[in-house]
């Protein structure tokens, strides 16, 4: 059994961490933040992630999870630390660091104060050449070095089901530059299935930035062909499901709707763009995929305009104000925007997300909340569908007769039955 020291106990450390204490490891989760680390420490996770209460319930029972406020004697106590801070991007997308270097400070002196031979294994995303430029300095202006390990291994999972795919990945990376640091990390996963690809740091640093920018892409295609078939009068549904008969398109994440957010696939692009522009090439197709996205949420309010001409005194239902269905998290929801403009054509908005009510009003509050999706529709002369909440399968076209005073659904996320739909005016992107 393993010490492991995670520090940040967002998403990423608090799902890593019960992923390693259920398979035996002993874990101590750190951060800086303590409230969070209080609510932790009662058993209750501070974000929604299915099964991660229940699971950190059952590791702390077992006495193999503690969280902590003092990153330095975590570390101290562990044979491995992990690195899983934020790395938030600004707008021309450099990388915001300071989260980084705080917590590689911490670590290093836990690292001087401790005994034996400490992995650190950085986890956040960063840009290529993070780990040796800017980690291993900071380390060695406190610690010995002989007595640490560096490697990177980005993490891969998804809002939503994140302890499943950090349970069940689809590959591990290790980037390290000595092979005694990569069989550190590797004699962790050896139990997993997945394939375990070891390169060097700045290849692994890579291959996290380059997964998204892919899967941004593939959803911003998506939306392309499905604007260009809205144009053509033709079904996005039928085009996509036989273009990608094609062994070499595979048909997942590709479902057309009003543009990719969340905290990372946007972030992580800009990123992309940012350093690459720096260095000397400025990445042109990924530059579009942003520029795409950041208007991509305006088909919706386009398709209404066109059911209703003027928004002004309109009532509409914004229902799903997380970035996508299944979590609480409003960063870079595509909800945020479409909420401003329908404000800023003198409509009323009335919103509904079963898990992201309170985060939402923190960004606009001029927002009515609904705490059921028929209260949201009620009186209302039109609804958006933002994102793909659980709540909407199965509804039909009398789920929005019923309550809505004009019965127009704009589905910006292909989110309904279509042939369920019959008797409203239901439009959806592509
Ligand atoms: P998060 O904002 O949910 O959590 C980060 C945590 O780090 C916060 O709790 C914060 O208080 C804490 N923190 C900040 N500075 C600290 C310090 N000096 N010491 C200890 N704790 C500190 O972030 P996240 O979503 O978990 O993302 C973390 C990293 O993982 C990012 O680089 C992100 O790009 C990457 N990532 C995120 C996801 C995801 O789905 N959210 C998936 C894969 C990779
Ligand atoms: C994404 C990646 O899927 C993860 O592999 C990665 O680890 C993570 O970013 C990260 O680096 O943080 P996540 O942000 O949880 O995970 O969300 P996704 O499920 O990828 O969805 C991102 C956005 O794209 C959402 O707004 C979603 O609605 C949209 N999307 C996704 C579409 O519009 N169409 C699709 O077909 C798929």
Redesign the pocket.
């Known amino acids: 059994m393993a010490k492991i020291a995670i520090v940040g106990a967002g998403h990423v450390g608090l799902v890593t961490g019960v992923a390693l204490a259920r398979d035996g490891q002993e874990v101590t989760c750190a951060d800086v933040d303590s409230d969070r680390i209080s609510l932790i420490q009662q058993g209750v996770v501070p974000f929604h992630e299915p099964g991660l209460s229940e699971g950190l319930r059952a590791v702390q029972r077992k006495g193999l999870f503690e969280a902590t406020t003092d990153s330095v004697e975590a570390v101290g106590k562990s044979d491995y630390a992990f690195l899983c801070v934020g790395t938030p991007s600004t707008k021309d997308g450099a990388m915001n660091a300071e989260y980084l270097r705080a917590a590689a400070h911490d670590i290093a002196m836990g690292v001087a104060k401790g005994t034996g031979q400490k992995a650190i294994v950085l986890k956040s995303?960063v840009v290529p050449g993070t780990t040796e430029g800017i980690i291993r300095p900071i380390i060695l202006e406190t610690a010995d070095k002989d007595a640490f390990l560096l490697a990177v291994s980005p993490?891969?999972?998804?809002?939503?089901r994140a302890l499943a795919d950090a349970e069940n990945p689809d590959r591990i990376v290790i980037g390290a530059e000595t092979k005694s640091a990569a069989r550190r990390v590797r004699s962790l996963y050896s139990h997993l299935g997945c394939p375990i690809i070891e390169t060097d740091t700045a290849t692994a640093e890579m291959i996290k930035l380059a997964?998204?920018a892919f899967?941004a892409t593939k959803?911003g295609l998506?939306n392309e062909l499905a604007n260009l078939c809205d144009t053509f009068g033709v079904s996005y549904d039928q085009v996509i499901s036989a273009v990608t008969l094609d062994k070499r398109l595979n048909p997942s994440?590709?479902?057309p709707?009003v543009g990719?957010?969340?905290?990372?696939?946007p972030k992580?692009v800009r990123m992309l763009i940012g350093y690459g522009t720096q260095g000397g090439y400025k990445p042109r197709l990924l530059e579009a995929v942003l520029a795409q996205n950041e208007v991509q949420y305006m088909r919706s309010i386009d398709l209404l305009e066109e059911e209703l001409t003027d928004l002004r005194g309109k009532r509409i239902a914004l229902l799903g104000l997380a970035?996508?269905g299944g979590t609480d998290d409003v960063r870079e929801s595509r909800a945020i925007p479409i909420a401003e403009t329908l404000l800023a054509k003198g409509a009323s908005v009335v919103g509904y997300d079963g898990l992201a009510h309170e985060s939402f009003l923190a960004q606009v509050p001029e927002v009515e909340m609904a705490y059921t999706i028929p209260e949201a529709l009620s009186g209302s002369h039109g609804c958006i569908i933002q994102a793909d909440l659980p709540e909407l399968e199965g509804l039909t076209a009398n789920d929005f007769l019923r309550t809505m005073q004009i019965p127009i659904v704009i589905d910006g996320?292909s989110a309904l039955d279509p042939q369920l739909m019959d008797g409203i005016r239901y439009r959806r992107i592509g």
Do not use: I, W
């Not at 990719?260 to 696939?265: D, E, K, P, R, T």
């Open positions: 995303t993490e891969f999972l998804r809002e939503g997964a998204n899967l959803v998506a994440f590709l479902v709707g990719f957010g969340g905290s990372c696939l992580d970035f996508k996320r």
